[in-house]
C-alpha cells in the first residue's frame, strides 16, 4: 500500500468524524429533540452530550495579555517555560569510566561505549510537579501541611479535665463559695450567693446602640481573620483506590545488584605452620546445582610464610591483598553454600600424604615434634623455591548461608570451640532450623540479618578423583543430610575466621569486578574490598547500563591416559592471545592474591601422578574492546617434574591447543571438547580451529575431543544471541557502508541485505528474554534510528519504517512479558519507562539548551561521515526538513549521499502515529496490549522536535503538520473504539488503555493545539455516548469514561485549559435566553434573573462550552447523581472523588495562593452548588432526625410552618431524655416531629461519599467572590433557597466535632467504611429499611464488573486500607487527629455562617424574608447547639446577635419555637466552662431579653423560656457545670446594672428576679447531679423539683416525664406508671379550667380509684393559673391527644409492671375519651389489651405468679448523710430482694460516696441511740416490713393484687428480753411490735417515702405465746384443709406439733403459762384466752391426725402411729392444766379493763 494510498484512508477516517461534528452541532443549534436521559431546558444542550468546546487558541489569540489584573495574568496562559530540555548527567559508580582507550574500536563496541556514557535526555515539564498526578495529596502530605495548626478549645474536651479547664485561668479563685476542704455535703451549694460571685469580664461595646451595617463589617472582618487558607488540608486526603492519574517519575536505568553480603576472612590458623596456604571463595546453588559468584582469592599467610615464595612474586598490586569481599544474590534461597576451598604449593606426593602432618599433628605436642618439625619446614622451604609458581589442591570446607542468616537472632556467634570435633557445617545445627522446610526462595533473605563471625574448624581434603564441580554438589548435597558420609572421614584441623554481614549502603574503599574504584573510594593506599560478580541463579532481566566486557575460562578435565612419555604431574597454562607470536600473550588475565594485577599467562593447580585431572580453576580475563579473527586462547600443558632431577627440565610441554575467540564476527562461548596436539601448532592456524586436522601434525589420541573447558562471557557489548548478534552486525554494516560483508557462511553484497535485514528484524522476537532486556536500550535505538534514518542501499532510501516499527511492538511485548512482575499499578515496565524518559533521543540531533546557552557536548552516534563534511550543516538541515512533510519543501542543493540521507530522514511521531494507523491487525494488538510506550515514545519525540527545532515560539495551530494530526485523529479514534470494545472481553485491558490514551491526550495539551485536542476529547465522548445506550452494563463504561476525564483534569494547567479569564459569553442564539424564562421569577428581584450569573451557577451551555474540562467532569458528577444512574455507589465515590482530589490539589497549589486567583479558580466549580442542591435528598443523613432532610425547604415552600412543628415549649423529645437520656440537650431540638419524609427516590450515597461532596461544595463557597454568590441567592426561587439552607444545615451535621473520646472510643479496629456501616447500621436499627430492600441495595452495590474473582487491578474491591488503617494509633496520632478534626469542624461551621450572612444581606429587601430568615435562623440556632469550638461560638453568637437586632419579630410575633431554641442553647453555652464561650452567651441571653422588654415592656416570654430551658438542660446534661452558669448569671446581672438606657426601666429589676429564680432551681440541681447514682436520692431531688415547678404545669409535667423515664430506665414499672398516671391528672386538672367537656375526667379526682395520691395534682388553684397567659400549658401535651397519649403510655407501663387491675382503671378513663372521638381503632386496640388483662389476672390468680415488691425500713444516722440525718424511709425493692442485697447495696454505695471504713451497718432493728455513735461514721439500718392491714380493711382487700397495691402501713416485729439479749427463756421472751405509716401510698412517683407517723406496742411473755400459739393453730388448719391434701407437707406440721420436741414446744408453753394461776388479775384474761388456743390447738391436732390416716399408704402405719402415741402423751400432759378455772373470769369486767384485742389497746409508744 502506498503511502499516499494511506493519507487518503487516513483522511476518510478524519473526515467521516469531522462530518459527524459538524452534524452534530448544526443539530444543537437548531434544537431538534434528543433521546437523552436528561434534558432540562435550563441547560439547553443535554448533558449525555458533549458541547462544542470554544476554540482555544482563537479565544486566547482575541483576549490582550495583559487584560487581566497582576495574578490572573498567570492563569490567561501556560507559562513561557512550561517545556525544557534537561540534560542530566549520568550516574558513574566508578571513578574512573572503565570504558576502553584504544583508538580503533569497531562500530558495535563504539555504539555499546557511546551508549552508556551519554548523559541522560528529557524533557521536562517545569510545572508538571503541581498535578495531581505527580505530587499527589495522600496521608502524609496532609500531614505535613497540618502541621502549624492551632489547637481549638471545645466544650466537650474540656470535660477530661473537671473542674477547671485551662481556658479558665482568668479566675483564680473558679469553683464554688464553699470551703476547698469541707466534703460537698449537697448542702454546700446553697453557700453560693449569686451577688458575691464574680462575672466573667463583660464584652466591650455591647450596651453601645450601632448601626446594623456596621454591625456586620466588624463581624464579618472579626470572621475573616486567623482562618485557614486551604479548607481541604482539613479533610482526609482523597482515596488512593480512585487515583487512577497518579504518576511518578521512573528511576533512571541502574546497575542491578541482588541482596549484598560481606564476607570478611580474618585470620586461617593450623595446628602446624610449615608453608604458605591460599584460599579460595565463592558461592554454590545446590538446588540449580550452579556456582552463582566468580572466585574471590584471599592470601592471609604471615609475612614469613609469604616470604618463602620470594624468588618467584613480583611486587603484589594492592588489588589483589584484599580480604574482604562483596557477594551478590539475587536470588537468595536456603540452598546456598560459601564453599572455601585451599591450596598450597605443588609438592612431591598425592594429596594424603601432604594432608598427613596436618592431621597427625597438633599445637600442644609442638615440642615433642620439634625434630618432624623441621623437616617438614626444610622440605616445605625447598618445594616453594623450585615449584613456588604451581599449586596444588589440598582441602575445603562450605558455610551453608541460611543457617547464618537464620541464626542470626542467636546471641553469641563464635561457633564451635575448638575443642570440639565436629565438621564446620554442622557448627549450627542444634540451633537453627536449618533443614529445608519450606523450598520457597523467599523464605530466605540475606539483606537484614544480624552480622556474625564464624570460628570455621574442620576442612576436608580433596580427593584427587573427585575435584570437579559435579562432585562439590554431590557433596553439598550430603551435607545436608543427618548422617552424612562427609562425618566420617578425618577431617584436616584449622581455625579459620570470617565474619559475614550483609553489606552496607556504600561501603568505602571498593573494588568493582573491572577493579575500578567504587565510589567513595577515600584513599587509593586502603586494602580494598572487592565486589564479587554474580552469576544469576536464574534470568535476571535488566539492561545494562555501564560498559562490562569479561570472559572466564573453566577448564573442566584432560585425559591424556593414552599419551606416551612421562606424562603425569600435568598443568595447563592459559594465555590470551593476540596474534600467533608468543610475545603476543596480551596482560588480560586477572591475578588472584598477592600477585600482580593482570598476568599474561595462568596456570591449573597440579593433581600428583594423574593422567586425566580434573580442573576445578576459573581463570577470569579483561576482553580487548576490539576482538579480531586472530585472537585466541592459547592453553598448553605441561609436565612438572616435582623431583629435582640432573637434566630433566622443571616443567615439559606435552601437548598444545587453542580457541578462536571470533567465529563470523560473534564472540565464542559455551562448553567445547578439543583435541590436543603433541606438536607445537603450525603457522596462521589461529583462523582456524583445532577440529581441523592439519596436515603433518601429531594428535593425542588420534584427533579425538580429550581437553573439556568452558567459556562463559559476561559483556554488555557482545549480546550472545544469535538474533541479537545478527541485527546488530546488519546496522552496524550499514552503518560502516563495507560491503561485501561476510555473515556465517554468506557473503552479503548491497542487493541482498536488505532482504537480510527484514528476515533480521521479524526474527527479534525470537531472540531470548534476557539478552534482550538486556540490550533492550541498543536495540530499540537501532530500531528508531531504522525508522527516522531509513537506510540508503545502493543509492537507494529503503523504507524500512513497517518493519521496524513490528519489531519494536514485538520487542517491547517481550520485555513487558519478562518484567510482568514488576510492572507498577498502571501495567508499565519500569524499564521501558524509564528508556523513554531518560535514554530515548532522536537521532542525530545534538541536544542544545533553547536560547542560546553553549551546547552541552555529548558524542552523537551520527551516520558516518564524509571526511571533514562540518556536523553542523547535517544538524541545520535535519530540524528544518521533515519528509513526510511534503509542504516543507527544500530543494537540495548538490545530490551527494549525504543530502539525499538527510532527505531521507523523517520524524518518529509522524513515523509512528502513521504505522500504527495503518498496521495490521496482529501487530495492532501487540502496541495496543503496551499502547502507553508508543504514546509516550511520540510525546518525547514532539517534545524533541519542538525544543530541538525551537519551535516553541510557533503559534500551537502552527506546529504540526495537518496531516499529522489527521493521523493522530484516527489514532485516538480507533483506540478509543479499541477501549470502548473490549471493555467488556478483556476490561483489564479496556482499563490500561484508557488511562494511556487519557495520559496521551493529557500530554499533548502541553504540545499541539489546544482546540484541536479537545475535539478529540468530545469525539471520545461521543463514541462512548453512542455505545452507553446500547451497553449492557453501562457503568463499566462510565467508569472508565470518568477516569479518563479524571486523568485529563490532573493536567498541571487544568485551570489555564478551562479559560477562567474569559468572563462567561451569554449563548449566542437568537432565542430568548432558555435559563430566563424557565426559572421562577426570582424570589428578590423583580425583574428577570440576570442570565450571566445563572449560567455560571449551572452546568449551562455557555459554561460547558468556555470551562470545557471543568465541564466534563461537574457532568460526570451530574449523571452519577441521577436518581436512576446504575451502579451507584462505585459511580458517586469515582465522580465525587475525582472532584475532591482535583480541589485538593488546588489547595496545595502555590500558584493559587492568593484569594483573588483562588476566586476564579472556585467559579470553575459554581455548579456544584446547584448539583449538591438538587442531590439533596439522597445525601446521608448526618442529622439523624426523621424527616429532617427537606425541612426547611418544604416550610419555604408552603405556608404551612414547617411539618407538626411543636408550640414553643420544650421540645418533647427534649424532654423526655432531660432525665439523662443519651441526646445532648439542644442538639437536635430543632428537628421537627413530622412523619418520616417519602422514601427517598433515588439511591442514597454513602456517608462517605456525602460528606466528600459536602466538603467539596463548602470549598466553593469558602472560596467563590462573595458578591457573586450574593448576586446568585438573590436569583434563587423560594424552595431552592430552602434547599440550599438545608444543604447548610446539612454540612453543619457533617463535620460536626466527635470529641477526643470519640477518636479513642474508634481506635479499636478502624473499618474504613465505618461511617456507611454506622449509617447502615441506624437504617436497620430504625427499621427504615425492609430487609427486602437492604438485599436490593447490596445487589445493586455488587461492583459493576460483575463477580470478577479474579481482578486483582480492581481495587475498589478491597474494603481494608493498608496504609493508613494501623489499628492502633499512637496518643499522639490521636490528638493530632482530634486536633485536625476539631480545624475542619470550626472551618467548616464559619463557612456556612459567611454563607448564610449573605443570604441575609440578600433577603433583607423581599417580601418574602420572614420564612427564609427563620429558615436562617434555624440554622443558626442548628450551628449554636452542635458541639462548637470557642472560636466559632464568639462567631456564631455574634451573627445570632446581630440577626435578632435586625429581626425581632422573628423570635417575639411568630410562634414561641425559635425562641425555646434559642434560649436553651444560650444557657447552654452560659454554662460552658471555656469563658470565651460564656462571655458571648451571656451578652446575647442580655441583649435577647433587652430586646423582648422593648418591643413589650416585659420580658414574659424570654422569661418563661429561659425558666424552661434551665430545667431541662439540667435535666439532659450530664457534663453541666453549674458553678459556669452561675458565673453567666452574675455576668447578666452585671450588665443590666450597667445598661444606661434602661435605667429608669422595671428592667433591671426583672432581670435580678429572673436570675435569682434561676439560681434557686440550679441549686437544687445541683444536688441532683450529686446524686446522679444514688437512683433513690435522684429520684427524690427530682420529685422536689416537680414539686417546685407546681407553678409552672409545663415544666412540673416534663420533670414527671422525666421522672417516668428514669424508673422505666431502672426497671420500677410501676412507679414510671404512677408518673404517667400523675402528668395525666395534672392536664385533665388543666383542661378541666380551660374547657368543659362531659367525657373529659373532671381533673384529679376521677383518678382516684388508680391511684390515692393522684389528688396532690390537684394543689393549683384558679388563682395562680391564668390559662390565658402566653406560653402556659401550651406545650403538645395540653390537649385531648396528649391526654389520650399519657394514659396510654400508663397503661403500657402497668402492664410491664404486672399491675393489669390498674390497667383497667386506667381504661376507664380513656374509653370515654376515646368514644367521644368515636375513634373505633383504638377502641378495639383497648378492649383487647383490657381483655388480655383481664385473661392474665385469671391466670395468676394466687398471686406467686406475679410478686409486686419487698418492703425495707431504711434509717439514716450521723451528719454525713446531710439532709438524709435521722431520717426514716420504707424502701421499695424488687420482688424477692433479700435482706443482705439491699443492705450490701446500700453499703457498697455509700462506702463509695464516703470512703472505706465510714459507713456501718446497725445489724439489729432496736431502737437506735444518737449519743453512742461515733460522729465521725455514718450509720444505716435495715429491717424488713411486712404491708399491715387492720381487720376491717381486709374484708375489703380480697385479692392479692388489693392487698400488694396501695401500701401506706408497715410493721416489723422485734423479739427482746429485759436482760438486753434478743432470745431467752419463755418467762422473760417479750416483743416489740412496730407500726409505720408513711407519707403516700406505694405504689407512688418514688420508691422510698418517708415514714411521717410510728407506734410501738410491746408484747408480754403470755402475749407472745398466745401469738405463736395461734399461727401454729393456723398453720394446722391449713394444712389439714388443703386441697388438693399435701401428704408431707401435713406430716410436717403434725410432727412439728405433737412430736417430742426439745426446747420451747407446745407442751413446755403450757407448762409454762398455764400450771399456776396468774396473781395479777389483769392476767387473768391472757391466761384464759392462752387455754382456749391450746384446746383449739388439740383439737386441730385431732383433725389433723384423721385426715393423715386417711391419706398413708401400708409402708407409713407404723410411722402414724407413734405420731398417734405422741398426741396422746401430749394431750395427756395438757389435760390437767386445761382444765383449771378462773374463778374471776365469771364476775363481770371492771371498767378499768380494756379490750386487748382492739388495736386501741396497746400500750402506744409514739415517735
Same mark, same amino acid.
Given at each position: 500500500m502506498a503511502a499516499a494510498e494511506r493519507r487518503a484512508f487516513a483522511h476518510k477516517i478524519n473526515r467521516t468524524v469531522a462530518a459527524e461534528v459538524r452534524k452534530q452541532v448544526s443539530?444543537?443549534?437548531?434544537?431538534?429533540?434528543?433521546?437523552?436521559?436528561?434534558?432540562?431546558?435550563? =441547560?439547553?444542550?443535554?448533558?449525555?452530550?458533549?458541547? %462544542? +468546546?470554544?476554540?482555544? !487558541? &482563537?479565544?486566547? @489569540?482575541?483576549?490582550?495579555?495583559?487584560?487581566?489584573?497582576?495574578?490572573?495574568?498567570?492563569?490567561?496562559?501556560?507559562?513561557?517555560?512550561?517545556?525544557?530540555?534537561? =540534560?542530566?548527567?549520568?550516574?558513574?559508580?566508578?571513578? %574512573? +569510566?572503565?570504558?576502553? !582507550? &584504544?583508538?580503533? @574500536?569497531?562500530a558495535q563496541v563504539r555504539a555499546a561505549v557511546e551508549m552508556y556514557t551519554e548523559d541522560w535526555l528529557i524533557t521536562y515539564r517545569r510545572y508538571q510537579h503541581l498535578s495531581a498526578a505527580y505530587s499527589p495529596i495522600t496521608a502524609e502530605t496532609q500531614r505535613e501541611r497540618q502541621k502549624g495548626l492551632t489547637r481549638q478549645v471545645f466544650e466537650q474536651d474540656t470535660l477530661g479535665d473537671e473542674r477547671s479547664g485551662p481556658e479558665d485561668s482568668d479566675d483564680p479563685r473558679h469553683s464554688s463559695g464553699s470551703p476547698e476542704d469541707t466534703p460537698r455535703s449537697s448542702g454546700a451549694s446553697s453557700i453560693f450567693d449569686l451577688r458575691n460571685l464574680a462575672a466573667d469580664s463583660l464584652l466591650p461595646s455591647l450596651l453601645e446602640r450601632t448601626a446594623p451595617e456596621d454591625v456586620d463589617r466588624r463581624n464579618e472582618a472579626a470572621r475573616r481573620q486567623h482562618r485557614p487558607r486551604a479548607l481541604l488540608a482539613l479533610y482526609p486526603a482523597p482515596d488512593e483506590d480512585e487515583a487512577v492519574e497518579r504518576c511518578s517519575r521512573p528511576e533512571p536505568p541502574r546497575e542491578h545488584f541482588g541482596q549484598r553480603i560481606l564476607v570478611k576472612c580474618l585470620s586461617l590458623k593450623f595446628e602446624i605452620e610449615i608453608e604458605p596456604i591460599f584460599g579460595i571463595l565463592a558461592l554454590y546453588d545446590v538446588r540449580e546445582k550452579k556456582k552463582i559468584s566468580e572466585n574471590f582469592y584471599f592470601d592471609l599467610n604471615s609475612d614469613s610464610m609469604k616470604g618463602l615464595l620470594r624468588a618467584h612474586g613480583t611486587h603484589p598490586a594492592i588489588s589483589t591483598l584484599a580480604r574482604s569481599a562483596i557477594f551478590s544474590v539475587t536470588y537468595p534461597s536456603p540452598d546456598i553454600f560459601l564453599v572455601i576451598k585451599l591450596e598450597k604449593v605443588l609438592q612431591q606426593g598425592d594429596i594424603s600424604e601432604c594432608c598427613e602432618p596436618y592431621m597427625v599433628m597438633k599445637e600442644v605436642d609442638t615440642a615433642k615434634n620439634k625434630e618432624k618439625l623441621e623437616k617438614l619446614r626444610l622440605a616445605a622451604e625447598q618445594f616453594c623455591t623450585r615449584l613456588g609458581r604451581y599449586r596444588m589442591p589440598f582441602a575445603w570446607t562450605a558455610v551453608h548461608l541460611a543457617n547464618i542468616v537464620s541464626s542470626a537472632g542467636q546471641p553469641d556467634r563464635d561457633s564451635d570451640s575448638e575443642g570440639e570435633r565436629r565438621p564446620a557445617w554442622t557448627d549450627r545445627r542444634r540451633r537453627g532450623p536449618q533443614d529445608r522446610t519450606n523450598s520457597g526462595d523467599d523464605t530466605c533473605s540475606f539483606s537484614g540479618f544480624r552480622p556474625a563471625t564464624l570460628t570455621v574448624t574442620n576442612f576436608f581434603k580433596q580427593e584427587a578423583e573427585r575435584l570437579s564441580d559435579e562432585d562439590l554438589f554431590k557433596f553439598l548435597a550430603d551435607m545436608r543430610r543427618p548422617s552424612s558420609l562427609l562425618r566420617r572421614l578425618r577431617p584436616v584441623t584449622a581455625q579459620l575466621k570470617i565474619d559475614i554481614s550483609p553489606a552496607p549502603e556504600n561501603p568505602h574503599f571498593c573494588l568493582s569486578p573491572e577493579l575500578l574504584h567504587v565510589k567513595p573510594y577515600p584513599d587509593p593506599r586502603g586494602r580494598p574490598t572487592k565486589e564479587i560478580l554474580e552469576f544469576p541463579a536464574r534470568e535476571v532481566y535488566a539492561p545494562h547500563t555501564s560498559y562490562r566486557n569479561l570472559l572466564y575460562v573453566y577448564p573442566h578435565c584432560l585425559n591424556f591416559s593414552s599419551r606416551q612419555g612421562s606424562v603425569r604431574n600435568l598443568t595447563v597454562r592459559v594465555q590470551y592471545m593476540a596474534g600467533e607470536d608468543p610475545s603476543q600473550a596480551l596482560p588480560v588475565i586477572f591475578g588472584k592474591s598477592s600477585c600482580s594485577e593482570f598476568a599474561r599467562e595462568a596456570f591449573t593447580p597440579v593433581v600428583y601422578h594423574n593422567k586425566s585431572p580434573e580442573f576445578y580453576e576459573e581463570f577470569k580475563l579483561r576482553l580487548p574492546a576490539c576482538v579480531t579473527e586472530n585472537h585466541h586462547l592459547l592453553f598448553t600443558f605441561y609436565h612438572v617434574s616435582c623431583q629435582p632431577r640432573p637434566g630433566t627440565a622443571l616443567e615439559t610441554p606435552v601437548g598444545f591447543t587453542w580457541i578462536p575467540l571470533l567465529q563470523h564476527g560473534r564472540l565464542r562461548t559455551g562448553p567445547f571438547c578439543l583435541p590436543v596436539s603433541v606438536d607445537q601448532p603450525p603457522p596462521s592456524y589461529s583462523v582456524l580451529t583445532p577440529d581441523v586436522a592439519l596436515p603433518g601434525m601429531r594428535w593425542v589420541d588420534g584427533h579425538k575431543g580429550v581437553f573439556s573447558v568452558e567459556l562463559t562471557a559476561v559483556s554488555s557489548v557482545h549480546p550472545q544471541d544469535p538474533h541479537l548478534d545478527k541485527f546488530f552486525t546488519l546496522v552496524h554494516v550499514l552503518e560502516e557502508g563495507a560491503f561485501p560483508f561476510r555473515l556465517k557462511d554468506t557473503v552479503l553484497s548491497e542487493n541482498t541485505v536488505e532482504q537480510e535485514l527484514r528476515a533480521s528484524l521479524a526474527a527479534l522476537r525470537l531472540a531470548s528474554p534476557e539478552p534482550l532486556v538486556a540490550f533492550s536500550h541498543h536495540v530499540l535505538d537501532k530500531l528508531v534510528r531504522l525508522v527516522v534514518r531509513p537506510p540508503i542501499i545502493g543509492g537507494q532510501i529503503v523504507n524500512l519504517g513497517r518493519g521496524a516499527f513490528e519489531a519494536m511492538a514485538h520487542v517491547v511485548s517481550l520485555v513487558h512479558r519478562s518484567l510482568e512482575a514488576a510492572q507498577d499499578a498502571r501495567g508499565h515496565c519500569p524499564l521501558l519507562a524509564a528508556y523513554v524518559h531518560y535514554a530515548f533521543r532522536l537521532p542525530g540531533t545534538e541536544p542544545s539548551l533553547p536560547s542560546g546557552a553553549p551546547p552541552v557536548a555529548v558524542q552523537p552516534a551520527t551516520l558516518a561521515r564524509g571526511p571533514g563534511r562540518p556536523a553542523s550543516l547535517y544538524l541545520a538541515r535535519s530540524k528544518s526538513i521533515s519528509s513526510s512533510n511534503p509542504d516543507l519543501a527544500v530543494t537540495p542543493g548538490s545530490v551527494d549521499d549525504e543530502v539525499s540521507r538527510i532527505l531521507a530522514s523523517k520524524l518518529l511521531h509522524e513515523e509512528l502515529a502513521l504505522q500504527w494507523v495503518v498496521s495490521g491487525s496482529a501487530v495492532r494488538e501487540a502496541v495496543l496490549q503496551h499502547a502507553w510506550f508508543f504514546f509516550q515514545l511520540m510525546v518525547k519525540s514532539m517534545a524533541l522536535h519542538l525544543l530541538l527545532g525551537q519551535r516553541l515560539d510557533t503559534p500551537r495551530k502552527l506546529r504540526f503538520p495537518g496531516r499529522f494530526l489527521d493521523d493522530i485523529t484516527a489514532l485516538v479514534g480507533s483506540v478509543g473504539l479499541e477501549v470502548i470494545t473490549r471493555v467488556y472481553k478483556d476490561a483489564e485491558l479496556a482499563e490500561r488503555l484508557n488511562a494511556s490514551l487519557a495520559f496521551f491526550l493529557s500530554d499533548l495539551l502541553s504540545l499541539v493545539d489546544r482546540g484541536f485536542i479537545f475535539s478529540l476529547v468530545r469525539a471520545h465522548y461521543k463514541q462512548v455516548s453512542a455505545r452507553l445506550q446500547s451497553a449492557p452494563n453501562p457503568a463499566l463504561l462510565l467508569t472508565l469514561r470518568m477516569d479518563f476525564t479524571r486523568i485529563l483534569c490532573s493536567h498541571e494547567h487544568y485551570v489555564t485549559l478551562n479559560l477562567p479569564c474569559c468572563p462567561l459569553s451569554p449563548p449566542a442564539s437568537p432565542s430568548p435566553s432558555v435559563s430566563s424564562t424557565t426559572s421562577q421569577s426570582s424570589t428578590f428581584s423583580s425583574q428577570a434573573p440576570d442570565p450571566k450569573v445563572t449560567s455560571m451557577f449551572e452546568l449551562s451551555g455557555p459554561f460547558r462550552q468556555q470551562h470545557f474540562l471543568a465541564g466534563l467532569l461537574l457532568t460526570e458528577l451530574a449523571l452519577a447523581l441521577e436518581p436512576e444512574a446504575e451502579g451507584a455507589s462505585l459511580l458517586h465515590k469515582k465522580a465525587i472523588s475525582a472532584v475532591h482530589s482535583l480541589l485538593c490539589s488546588h489547595d496545595a497549589d502555590p500558584r493559587y495562593a492568593e484569594a483573588s486567583v483562588k476566586a476564579r479558580v472556585a467559579e470553575l466549580y459554581l455548579p456544584l452548588l446547584s448539583l449538591a442542591r438538587d442531590t439533596l435528598p439522597r445525601l446521608h443523613d448526618f442529622a439523624e432526625g426523621p424527616g429532617q432532610r427537606s425541612r426547611l425547604a418544604s416550610m419555604l415552600d408552603s405556608d404551612t410552618e414547617g411539618e407538626g412543628d411543636i408550640g414553643g415549649t420544650i421540645n418533647p423529645s427534649v424532654a423526655m431524655a432531660i432525665a439523662g437520656g443519651p441526646l445532648a440537650p439542644g442538639s437536635r431540638a430543632s428537628i421537627s416531629q413530622g412523619p418520616v419524609a417519602a422514601s427517598r427516590s433515588g439511591y442514597p450515597l454513602s456517608a462517605e461519599s456525602s460528606r466528600t461532596l459536602l466538603v467539596c461544595v463548602l470549598w466553593v463557597l469558602k472560596n467563590a467572590e462573595p458578591a457573586l454568590l450574593q448576586r446568585w441567592a438573590a436569583d434563587l426561587a423560594l424552595p431552592q433557597l430552602g434547599r440550599l439552607l438545608d444543604l447548610l444545615y446539612l454540612c453543619l451535621a457533617a463535620f460536626e466535632y466527635k470529641g477526643k473520646k470519640a477518636f479513642e472510643r474508634i481506635n479499636s479496629l478502624t473499618f474504613k467504611k465505618s461511617l456507611d456501616m454506622k449509617a447502615r447500621l441506624e437504617e436497620a436499627i430504625l427499621g427504615t429499611i425492609g430487609a427486602r430492600q437492604e438485599m436490593v441495595r447490596r445487589s445493586r452495590e455488587r461492583s459493576p464488573f460483575g463477580n470478577q474473582e479474579n481482578v486483582r487491578w480492581r481495587k475498589s474491591v478491597t474494603h481494608w486500607r493498608q496504609t493508613s488503617d494501623r489499628v492502633d494509633k499512637t496518643k499522639d496520632e490521636m490528638e493530632h487527629e482530634a486536633l485536625v478534626e476539631g480545624n475542619l469542624a470550626t472551618e467548616t461551621s464559619l463557612v456556612v455562617l459567611d454563607t448564610l450572612e449573605i443570604i441575609v444581606q440578600t433577603v433583607m429587601l423581599s417580601e418574602a424574608r420572614e420564612s427564609i430568615l427563620g429558615a436562617v435562623l434555624k440554622v443558626v440556632l442548628y450551628s449554636l447547639g452542635s458541639a462548637q469550638s470557642a472560636l466559632f461560638l464568639q462567631h456564631g453568637l455574634a451573627t445570632q446577635r446581630a440577626l435578632v437586632s435586625k429581626f425581632p419579630e422573628l423570635l417575639f410575633e411568630e410562634d414561641t419555637e425559635l425562641c425555646a431554641d434559642l434560649c436553651l442553647r444560650l444557657l447552654r453555652h452560659c454554662g460552658s466552662r471555656v469563658s470565651t464561650i460564656r462571655m458571648h452567651a451571656s451578652a446575647s441571653l442580655y441583649l435577647l431579653m433587652r430586646q423582648n422588654f422593648e418591643i413589650g415592656n416585659n420580658f414574659a416570654r424570654v422569661k418563661m423560656q429561659v425558666t424552661m430551658s434551665l430545667s431541662s438542660l439540667v435535666g439532659t446534661t450530664q457534663s453541666f457545670s453549674e458553678e459556669h452558669l452561675r458565673r453567666s448569671l452574675k455576668t447578666i446581672l452585671t450588665y443590666a446594672e450597667e445598661d444606661?438606657?434602661?435605667?429608669?426601666?422595671?428592667?433591671?429589676?426583672?432581670?435580678?428576679?429572673?436570675?435569682?429564680?434561676?439560681?434557686?432551681?440550679?441549686?437544687?440541681?445541683?444536688?441532683?447531679?450529686?446524686?446522679?447514682?444514688?437512683?433513690?436520692?435522684?429520684?427524690?431531688?427530682?420529685?422536689?423539683?416537680?414539686?417546685?415547678?407546681?407553678?409552672?404545669?409545663?415544666?412540673?409535667?416534663?420533670?414527671?416525664?422525666?421522672?417516668?423515664?428514669?424508673?422505666?430506665?431502672?426497671?420500677?414499672?410501676?412507679?414510671?406508671a404512677q408518673c404517667m398516671v400523675h402528668a395525666a391528672a395534672l392536664v385533665a386538672e388543666y383542661l378541666a379550667l380551660l374547657e368543659d367537656s362531659r367525657y373529659l375526667p373532671v381533673g384529679c379526682v376521677s383518678f382516684q380509684n388508680i391511684s390515692s395520691n393522684v389528688l396532690e395534682e390537684s394543689a393549683i388553684s384558679d388563682d395562680i393559673l391564668s390559662p390565658d397567659e402566653e406560653g402556659f400549658c401550651s406545650g403538645k401535651h395540653f390537649t385531648e391527644l396528649g391526654l389520650v397519649g399519657l394514659l396510654e403510655q400508663a397503661a403500657a407501663y402497668f402492664t410491664m409492671g404486672g399491675l393489669y387491675e390498674a390497667v383497667n382503671e386506667v381504661y376507664k378513663t380513656l374509653i370515654p375519651i376515646l368514644e367521644a372521638h368515636r375513634d373505633y381503632k383504638k377502641l378495639a386496640a383497648v378492649h383487647g389489651k383490657l381483655q388480655e388483662a383481664f385473661t392474665k389476672i385469671m391466670h395468676q390468680s394466687s398471686g406467686w405468679e406475679r410478686v409486686f415488691g419487698t418492703y425495707f425500713r431504711v434509717g439514716f444516722y450521723g451528719a454525713r448523710f446531710g439532709d438524709l440525718d435521722e431520717q426514716e424511709f420504707v424502701y421499695k425493692e424488687p420482688s424477692i430482694t433479700k435482706l443482705a442485697e439491699i443492705s450490701h447495696r446500700l453499703e457498697e454505695f455509700y462506702t463509695e460516696r464516703f470512703g472505706e471504713d465510714v459507713v456501718e451497718i446497725v445489724k439489729d432493728s432496736n431502737p437506735v441511740d444518737k449519743t453512742k455513735l461515733d460522729p465521725q461514721k455514718a450509720y444505716i439500718q435495715i429491717t424488713y416490713v411486712e404491708p399491715h392491714f387492720d381487720t376491717y380493711e381486709l374484708k375489703d382487700r380480697v385479692t392479692y393484687f388489693d392487698r400488694n397495691y396501695g401500701l401506706r402501713t408497715f410493721l416489723f416485729c422485734t423479739p427482746f428480753t429485759p436482760d438486753g439479749r434478743a432470745h431467752g427463756e419463755l418467762p422473760e421472751q417479750h416483743k416489740r411490735k412496730t407500726l409505720l405509716s408513711t407519707d403516700h401510698a406505694f405504689p407512688y412517683i418514688k420508691t422510698r417515702i418517708r415514714v411521717c407517723h410510728r407506734e410501738e406496742t410491746v408484747l408480754t411473755p403470755v402475749e407472745v405465746a398466745i401469738e405463736d400459739m395461734q399461727k401454729k393453730t393456723r398453720e394446722l388448719a391449713f394444712a389439714t384443709e388443703q386441697d388438693p391434701p399435701d401428704a408431707k407437707m401435713l406430716q410436717m406440721v403434725l410432727q412439728g406439733s405433737v412430736g417430742p420436741t426439745v426446747n420451747q414446744g407446745p407442751l413446755e408453753v403450757a407448762q409454762v403459762f398455764l400450771a399456776e394461776i396468774p396473781e395479777d388479775p389483769k392476767l387473768f384474761r391472757h391466761h384464759n384466752k392462752l387455754r382456749l388456743c391450746f384446746k383449739d390447738f388439740c383439737k386441730k391436732c385431732e383433725d389433723a391426725l384423721r385426715k393423715n390416716k386417711a391419706l398413708i399408704g401400708p409402708d407409713q402405719k407404723e410411722y402414724h402411729r407413734e405420731l398417734e402415741r405422741n398426741y396422746a402423751r401430749l394431750r395427756e400432759a395438757l389435760q390437767p392444766l386445761l382444765t383449771q378455772r378462773l374463778p374471776q373470769l365469771l364476775a363481770p369486767t371492771t371498767a378499768g379493763l380494756r379490750n386487748s384485742l382492739n388495736r386501741a389497746s396497746f400500750r402506744k409508744a409514739d415517735l
Open positions: 443539530r444543537e443549534r437548531s434544537g431538534s429533540p434528543h433521546s437523552s436521559r436528561r434534558s432540562s431546558s435550563s =441547560l439547553g444542550v443535554p448533558l449525555t452530550e458533549v458541547i %462544542e +468546546p470554544l476554540d482555544f !487558541e &482563537d479565544v486566547l @489569540l482575541s483576549r490582550p495579555p495583559d487584560a487581566e489584573p497582576g495574578p490572573l495574568r498567570d492563569l490567561a496562559e501556560f507559562p513561557a517555560d512550561d517545556l525544557e530540555l534537561l =540534560l542530566q548527567p549520568r550516574e558513574c559508580r566508578t571513578t %574512573e +569510566p572503565g570504558i576502553p !582507550e &584504544d583508538g580503533k @574500536l569497531d444606661v438606657g434602661l435605667r429608669d426601666s422595671t428592667f433591671a429589676e426583672q432581670v435580678q428576679d429572673l436570675m435569682f429564680n434561676l439560681h434557686m432551681i440550679l441549686t437544687d440541681t445541683v444536688k441532683m447531679k450529686e446524686h446522679q447514682e444514688d437512683p433513690e436520692m435522684l429520684i427524690d431531688l427530682m420529685y422536689r423539683i416537680a414539686r417546685g415547678y407546681q407553678g409552672s404545669p409545663d415544666l412540673r409535667l416534663t420533670w414527671l416525664q422525666n421522672m417516668a423515664g428514669k424508673h422505666a430506665e431502672l426497671g420500677n414499672h410501676a412507679e414510671a
